[in-house]
């Protein structure tokens, strides 16, 4: 009855964004904003989003919900575009695209492989705000049954399996980047008690850090030094040609593109990891089920499409945990919770009940993002390649620019402005380390309800951990927590390999 509820709600809201010229005009501009984020190495939707939920301060939350979706949806797509006409992945995401993508525009089918990831992602999207309407009702019904251990729980394994599957070489890495995190967001007075903890006698650390000026830092700063570092300039762009959509080639690849949404979709529910890993795991598990596997690398249009469908039906995949249980499923998604947090939504279980109409107006804004993701990838995507002529000497600076502006637009604090370059300056230095930003900004978003939560469960247990082990909930994140980090170490191998041996 509920799932009927959300679906008539859902269709509900499409036809009120439909009918108002703003909230479109909004969601256009976004959406192609966010192809220009994508489509720029060095810039991400993750920075996108971040710079933009400063602009949308003073906006209602609808429209902002309208502006960060567009900015999203365009950011994971439009680093296809690079991808394929230049072999340089806009965006991680697009990393696996590139594979096939690039050799596609050689043989002459620029155009066609930019047709056919502008619609794969489309579908993908569409499939993901699918999954969110379906399950992020059922998903917050369960989680009411949760007290504060689960929930401290919950918020420990999305830093731990966060920093487990973004470390690019050692696992403790990640752990280290997350729990770095966890580490700034305690700073500050106690929720519980008003207890100032490692202020240092600063006035200003008394509340707490933004998360905003951290967010931006950590994903801003990093990206223009190294751009700048690296004086990236595309040349040699190659010729585009007509992009026509290929719906015969999409029909007939049906079953790969339900595949690999699925894929999309379960990896964006689990916290932290985001949406280029879905687009290699779905690469993989393609190649693997091909009857032509030796395609792959060569220009195979199944390949473009697995990646591109999987790495968009990973955004509605993160919004599920986003809005059911308040822990993101990709960096973006963080980003965007910080952005609901400013608007004075608390994503949760209790959302359907404080805000019942939350999770359809998003999905009904998902839907739309994707149709006008399309729809602004097949008119203008010559257009929009061109802002990659740019030289980057001018180009970001103007994206400094636009943080320092970002930091500084909440609550007009000018310590906000040391605050992310300090965080910048760290988050850089980790990131020529092999340190993975992601588990960073989960741990900085997480912190708070990793905090609070245990203190409260210590308090009403009187300091015990038995109820751990008496709830069935608790116990089971418990035992898959301690298998993560037994798995990511490699203790399961060396114990099954000392067994072998006996």
């Known amino acids: 009855m509920q799932m009927l509820e959300s679906l008539l709600s859902f269709l509900v809201h499409i036809g009120y964004l439909l009918t108002d010229p703003i909230g479109l005009l909004v969601l256009f501009g976004s959406v192609i904003m966010g192809i220009i984020f994508g489509a720029t190495p ?25 502006a960060l979706m567009g900015i999203y949806v365009g950011g994971v797509y439009g680093g ?42 489309a579908i993908g999207t569409f499939i993901g705000m699918f999954f969110v309407i379906t399950l992020s009702p059922v998903i917050s019904e369960l989680a009411l049954q949760f007290t504060s251990f689960e929930f401290f729980l919950l918020a420990l394994f999305g830093i731990i399996i966060s920093g487990s599957l973004t470390s690019p070489d050692l696992v403790y890495k990640g752990w280290i980047a997350g729990f770095l995190g ?8 106690d929720s519980l008690q008003v207890y100032p903890r490692f202020t240092f006698g600063i006035s200003q650390l008394d509340s707490g850090i933004e998360v905003v000026p951290v967010l931006i830092g950590a994903f801003g700063i990093p990206q223009i030094m190294s751009v700048l570092k690296d004086n990236f300039s595309v040349t040699g762009m190659k010729s585009i040609g007509k992009i026509l959509p290929d719906f015969k080639t999409i029909f007939k690849h049906i079953p790969v593109i339900l595949r690999s949404s699925m894929i999309g979709v379960g990896i964006g529910s689990v916290p932290g990891i985001g949406e280029d890993i879905a687009g290699w795991v779905s690469y993989g598990t393609a190649k693997r089920a091909s009857k032509h596997p030796e395609e792959y690398g060569n220009g195979s249009v199944e390949a473009v499409i697995c990646t591109e469908t999987a790495n968009n039906a990973c955004i509605g995949g993160a919004m599920i945990p986003l809005l059911s249980l308040g822990v993101p499923g990709s960096p973006p998604a963080a980003m965007l919770l910080g952005a609901l947090m400013l608007h004075g939504v608390n994503p949760g279980p ?71 370059l300090i965080v910048g300056v760290i988050a850089y230095v980790l990131t020529e380390q092999g340190y993975p930003i992601a588990p960073l900004v989960i741990g900085v978003i997480l912190g708070p309800m990793c905090d609070e939560n245990l203190r409260r469960a210590l308090m009403v247990s009187q300091g015990s951990l038995a109820p751990i082990f008496q709830r069935p909930v608790a116990l089971l994140l418990f035992l898959v927590i301690v298998a993560t980090i037994l798995s990511s170490t490699g203790m399961f191998a060396k114990v099954k390999e000392k067994f072998s041996k006996k």
């Open 182 to 189: 966890l580490f700034l967001s305690v700073i500050g007075r």
């Open 80 to 121: 296809s575009y690079t991808a394929i006409l230049v072999n340089i992945p806009g965006t991680a995401a697009s990393a696996a695209t590139a594979m096939d993508g690039y050799p596609l525009a050689c043989k002459g089918f620029a155009g066609r492989a930019l047709g056919l990831t502008t619609t794969a992602s």
């Open 42 to 66: 060095g810039l991400t939707a993750t920075l996108g989003v971040a710079l933009l939920t400063t602009l949308t301060y003073g906006m209602n939350t609808s429209t902002a919900m309208i």
């Open 350 to 420: 209790m959302l359907t009940f404080e805000n019942p109409e939350f999770i359809p107006n998003i999905t009904a804004i998902l839907l739309l993002a994707s149709v006008a993701m399309w729809i602004c990838g097949m008119l203008l995507a010559k257009q929009v390649v061109k802002v990659l002529k740019i030289p980057t000497s001018i180009f970001m600076p103007i994206i400094g620019l636009l943080c320092i502006i970002g930091s500084y637009a909440i609550g007009l604090n000018e310590f906000n402005l040391y605050l992310m």
